[in-house]
């Protein structure tokens, strides 16, 4: 008789615990969506920075080591001179660059620039 209540608490407990943790995260689900429906244009450009971020991890992770030596950016990404490539870029190119990414990160981000 004993054991049977023990476990009945045993139950009970699990199953308040279930309904927390169930409860917790449709909350942050919620927190979540709300933030990405007041800043969209953040969150895609972190949604697009993250998946390309993890696509260049998993590509040197999965790439052999000897490609790595003859792939296209050991031939040609290190004997590009990037400062004469923007130097020829005209300046206006370089205001509206700016001005593009500015307008789509947050205020505390673009005052630091």
């Given at each position: 008789m004993a054991e049977t209540n023990r476990m009945s608490a045993y139950q009970s407990r699990a199953g308040q615990a279930a309904e927390d943790a169930g409860g917790m995260a449709q909350q942050t689900y919620r927190q979540a969506e709300s933030l990405v429906r007041q800043n969209p244009a953040s969150s895609a450009l972190l949604t697009f920075?993250?998946?390309f971020g993890l696509g260049l991890a998993l590509t040197a992770l999965m790439s052999e080591s000897h490609s790595r030596s003859r792939?296209?950016?050991n031939t040609n990404w290190r004997?590009?001179?990037w400062r004469d490539t923007a130097s020829r870029m005209p300046d206006s190119w370089m205001h509206q660059i700016s001005d593009a990414v500015k307008s789509v990160l947050p205020d505390a981000v673009?005052?630091?620039m």
């Open positions: 920075g993250v998946g792939s296209w950016r004997n590009t001179n673009t005052s630091r």
